[in-house]
């Protein structure tokens, strides 16, 4: 009788709409197809460094389609070839992916699915190059990683934080003020840019284009000339003006990335105050972005991209991570993808798009 397959799942890194999807999307498909064992590992790498997982069985990943969040948990701070741990109240980083190789064989795994984002999909690589069969999905609300044209979670960010400009909309009307709206995506503007146009921002400030803070209150005041008394500006956390430096939030010492940031939007207000005399609030919708039940688009990327890994696996395509290309979905080398993040290009047709309606891109 031949061995029963034994699939290990983990997910890892800021969590998003749509995990889910691709943990039930693989796990049935390699159960109904192949009579699977699925290992889920929980907390992301924490878990495959620290022994911690349990059997999903058909029943497990049934009904999981439409919650948001990770049935496994997460952890954006553990990271095999880097792991923080205290010694006599000392932080020190610690190479733990000799236990990870070892873990992997006690599991008898044979593959193991690293559904993440860039700094997952990373670690992912070297774990392929030390020679565990892994395969990758992306996902991220950032939308950056590359070789993909799109990642699950985006859409559902993209969603969230457009309802939230409607809304801020009518409250600016109202009070006749500036309203800025602070968006997620790191070094990336993907949210800020598409939030931004689906929500009618006047002004949209991203990470790759430095912003003219003079520029800024120009237009606000020409509005307001116009007879425009409101304004809406969507401003991505990684944005900064020209010649300036980015918010940082917070350190977070234990992470491979340390810096978290946001509260540009704050600053922006507070000088635009002072140049414009128009009252002015700034809004950071932060995990939000992150929360709640994934969109139909994210349901049905997860679906698509968690059949395909599965569909990997039993072509034993280790080494790679599964892309989405224009209709279709791809197979790409992990390796290609483990070389920093995919940011907004300048000459994106959707800022021409919004350039054409008047939309103000700070530059
Ligand atoms: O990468 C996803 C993301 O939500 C970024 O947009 C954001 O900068 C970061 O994670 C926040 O991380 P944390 O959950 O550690 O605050």
């Given at each position: ?86 010694e006599k109240g000392k932080l020190k980083f610690k190479d733990m992916s000799k236990k990870v190789i070892q873990n992997v064989k006690r599991l008898k795994l044979d593959c193991l699915v690293c559904i993440g984002g860039d700094g997952t999909l990373a670690i992912a690589s070297k774990l392929a190059k030390d020679g565990i069969p892994v395969i990758g999905v992306p996902k991220t609300i950032d939308n950056d990683i590359k070789g993909t044209d799109v990642t699950f979670g985006f859409n559902s960010a993209v969603t969230i934080a457009t309802e939230a400009i409607d809304r801020i909309h009518t409250t600016a009307e109202s009070h ?188």
């Amino acid at each position: 009788m031949r061995k029963k397959k034994r699939v290990g799942i983990l997910t890892a890194g800021g969590d998003c709409p749509g995990l889910n999807g691709v943990i039930r999307a693989v796990a049935k498909k390699l159960i109904i197809e192949q009579n699977a064992e699925i290992i889920g590992i929980k907390d992301g790498y924490e878990g495959i460094i620290n022994n911690k997982y349990k059997t999903l069985s058909y029943r497990d990943v049934s009904g999981i389609l439409t919650l948001g969040g990770t049935i496994l948990g997460t952890s954006n701070i553990a990271n095999p070839y880097k792991y923080a741990v205290k010694e006599k109240g000392k932080l020190k980083f610690k190479d733990m992916s000799k236990k990870v190789i070892q873990n992997v064989k006690r599991l008898k795994l044979d593959c193991l699915v690293c559904i993440g984002g860039d700094g997952t999909l990373a670690i992912a690589s070297k774990l392929a190059k030390d020679g565990i069969p892994v395969i990758g999905v992306p996902k991220t609300i950032d939308n950056d990683i590359k070789g993909t044209d799109v990642t699950f979670g985006f859409n559902s960010a993209v969603t969230i934080a457009t309802e939230a400009i409607d809304r801020i909309h009518t409250t600016a009307e109202s009070h006749h003020r500036v309203m800025v709206v602070e968006v997620m995506g790191r070094t990336a503007g993907w949210i800020a840019l598409y939030a931004g146009i689906a929500g009618g921002g006047d002004i949209i400030l991203l990470p790759e284009m430095p912003y003219d803070i003079n520029g800024i209150a120009e237009v606000v005041k020409e509005r307001n000339r116009r007879g425009k008394k409101f304004s809406i500006i969507v401003i991505s956390e990684g944005a900064k003006p020209k010649g300036g430096k980015v918010v940082v939030q917070k350190m977070v010492k234990e992470s491979t990335i340390q810096a978290r940031l946001g509260g540009i939007s704050f600053m922006l207000v507070d000088q635009l105050e002072k140049i414009t005399g128009l009252g002015s609030r700034a809004v950071v919708l932060g995990h939000l972005q992150r929360g709640g039940s994934p969109t139909p688009f994210d349901r049905i990327l997860a679906t698509r991209l968690g059949t395909k890994a599965a569909d990997m696996i039993k072509r034993r395509k280790f080494g790679s991570m599964v892309a989405v290309k224009g209709d279709s979905l791809k197979e790409i080398s992990l390796q290609k993808v483990a070389t920093g993040a995919r940011t907004v290009p300048r000459n994106h047709s959707m800022i021409q798009a919004g350039r054409s309606v008047g939309t103000y891109f700070g530059d």
